[in-house]
């Protein structure tokens, strides 16, 4: 009699065993099912404007445009300083010799120096100094317009461009290409809400 409650003890908890650990296997599934996953929030920074600023662009030497760094030495290239694209007539009349700015909202009474630096050729020797350090400060609508000569200037869009004159001159034979040569160089300096902004722009002519 014992025998036999003992056997029946032995094979009720075999059969309880397995399905309490198919139960307890079961239970951590289930909870992890429920479980809800986050969602991810995309913070949006606000879009932060670059505010002012000045580039000196380069030079309009007669017919051509130097960007800042730029040398002039090709035959082809001094050909166009001189008589420009679709100018089969010769040299032109005038001479002139520019730079470019480009400015971002600069106000137009923010106060503005420029040094410059040209080659002394018979041209500039008359008409500039060879070198200028930094000028007394004038409002910057007075040291700069936004208006071209159509010669020498920046390809591309003008927006934002503004033009410096260096001078000009009339000569009714014209320059030649190496009446141009030497080094240039231009400065600005703009003061905007206390805050200073500096430019500087070189450019080389080597023409023979």
Not at 5 to 25: D, E, G, H, K, R
Not at 26 to 33: D, G, K, M, Q, T
Not at 150 to 162: E, H, L
């Amino acid at each position: 009699m014992r025998k036999g409650l003992l056997m029946l003890t032995v094979l009720m908890l075999a059969i309880a065993l397995p399905s309490a650990a198919s139960t307890a296997i079961a239970a951590p599934s289930a909870h992890i099912a429920k479980k809800k996953k986050k969602k991810k929030h995309h913070h949006h920074k606000p879009a932060t404007t670059a505010g002012p600023s000045v580039d000196v662009l380069g030079f309009g030497i007669n017919h051509l445009f130097v960007a800042s760094g730029g040398t002039v030495s090709s035959a082809a290239d001094c050909s166009t300083m001189v008589q420009g694209n679709g100018y089969p007539y010769g040299p032109p009349q005038n001479i002139y010799l520019e730079v470019y700015v480009k400015a971002i909202d600069i106000p137009a009474d923010a106060p503005t120096q420029i040094g410059e630096s040209d080659p002394e050729t018979d041209y500039t020797r008359r008409l500039t100094a060879a070198t200028t350090p930094l000028s007394p400060a004038v409002p910057f609508s007075q040291a700069f317009g936004t208006d071209t000569l159509g010669f020498g200037t920046p390809p591309g869009s003008q927006k934002d461009i503004f033009r410096g004159g260096l001078f000009s001159e009339n000569d009714p034979n014209g320059p030649s290409a190496s009446d141009f040569n030497g080094s240039y160089s231009y400065e600005v300096s703009v003061d905007v809400d206390g805050k200073t902004l500096d430019s500087t722009a070189t450019a080389t002519v080597s023409c023979s």
